[in-house]
């Protein structure tokens, strides 16, 4: 894992525990905050699914733009 995506994934559960912890100390009933904890971790999980899923999209375009890189390198060396 890149260091980036470490930086990104702590900053991301940095996130969301002070969320979680903001949410259980809010003045609010129980009931009312274990609604809004269920609808902002469904939130994330979507969220969360994007980002892995433009992830993913983004590793094939850097996997394909390798091999076109590797495919020109070796006809150049054939025509050298």
């Known amino acids: 894992m890149k260091a980036s995506a470490k930086i990104a994934l702590g900053v991301a559960c940095a996130m969301g525990t002070g969320v979680i912890i903001g949410l259980l100390i809010a003045p609010e009933s129980?009931?009312?905050t274990r609604?809004?904890?269920k609808k902002t971790a469904g939130s994330w999980v979507d969220k969360l699914g994007n980002?892995?899923?433009d992830g993913?999209?983004?590793l094939e375009d850097v996997k394909e733009n390798s091999k076109r890189i590797k495919e020109m390198g070796t006809?150049?060396?054939m025509h050298s």
Do not use: D, V
Request: net charge neutral; proline share 0%.
């Open 51 to 53: 980002l892995l899923a």
């Open 35 to 37: 609604k809004r904890l």
């Open 56 to 58: 993913q999209g983004i």
């Open 30 to 32: 129980g009931e009312e």
């Open 75 to 77: 006809e150049k060396n």
